[in-house]
């Protein structure tokens, strides 16, 4: 099993930057694809990027040009780097680990086995 531990969450204007951070601990040699997930109050946990072993990433479209994730070489510390930031931006943000590829999952939570707590992040306008 895979522990999980996010952080930087924030409370920051519209138009603002913030980078998340998510340290990884346990059996980080399993681990194939990272991602970041986020949940508003209401709504499903929706994935919003995705890392691998080869830093080949993916991200859905509602970020794709303002976030960015990456990763150090060891694979235990996962980034999340956030520009231009929306109120809709407004969410609890999760780090995830899948057994799996990125490639051969879907952007859902099914597939993820470990879990970060989750950290919160509020855009105003």
């Known amino acids: 099993q895979v522990q999980l531990v996010e952080s930087g969450g924030a409370s920051v204007q519209a138009g603002g930057s913030l980078r998340l951070s998510c340290a990884a601990s346990?059996?980080?040699?399993?681990?194939?694809?990272m991602s970041w997930f986020r949940q508003a109050p209401g709504k499903q946990r929706d994935r919003v990027a995705a890392?691998?072993?080869?830093?080949?990433?993916i991200y859905s479209d509602a970020v794709n040009g303002r976030f960015t994730i990456s990763q150090d070489n060891t694979r235990t510390s996962l980034y999340l780097q956030r520009a231009s930031l929306k109120p809709e931006d407004t969410a609890t943000y999760y780090c995830?680990?899948?057994?799996?590829?990125?490639?051969?999952?879907?952007?859902?939570?099914?597939?993820?086995?470990?879990w970060g707590q989750g950290t919160q992040v509020t855009v105003s306008s």
């Open positions: 995830a680990s899948s057994l799996w590829d990125c490639a051969t999952i879907s952007a859902t939570t099914i597939k993820y086995n470990s």
């Open positions: 346990g059996h980080t040699s399993k681990r194939g694809c």
């Open positions: 890392i691998d072993h080869d830093n080949i990433t």
